[in-house]
């Protein structure tokens, strides 16, 4: 599985930005796709997840009703729409899918960094005050 996160740039508060992941080598039916992201000095942290199949969605706290996550089937491509933007989500932001396993239609949906097994580059998102 091959992963290219792209979208990422300079914006100010209360700007939006769209991330967009790439994703290749083999069929998706079974994975979860989810956003990552690291701040520097910080440990990485979940941002939000999507079942490949169903579409259905999870969010953490500090984003929910800010960033939408989705999926194109058709394009194997996941987006992050990041709305009303804050300094605090300045950080370096990673696609990841996680194969099969529990997805995010559960009541612990997958969040951490060791449930999910390919991740991509990542892409880099500053929020200016």
């Known amino acids: 599985v091959q992963l290219q996160a792209s979208g990422g740039g300079l914006v100010q508060a209360g700007g939006s930005l769209r991330l967009s992941c790439a994703a290749s080598g083999r069929t998706f039916s079974t994975h979860t796709m989810g956003w990552f992201r690291q701040a520097p000095g910080k440990e990485r942290e979940f941002v939000a997840a999507i079942s490949w199949s169903s579409g259905s969605t999870y969010y953490a706290d500090s984003v929910e009703g800010r960033f939408t996550i989705s999926r194109d089937i058709a394009k194997n491509m996941v987006y992050l729409q990041m709305n009303n933007l804050k300094p605090e989500d300045t950080a370096r932001y990673y696609c990841?899918?996680?194969?099969?396993?529990?997805?995010?239609?559960?009541?612990?949906?997958?969040?951490?960094?060791?449930?999910?097994?390919?991740w991509g580059q990542g892409t880099l998102v500053t929020v200016s005050s």
């Open positions: 990841a899918t996680r194969i099969g396993g529990v997805g995010v239609e559960t009541d612990d949906p997958p969040s951490e960094s060791d449930e999910y097994d390919f």
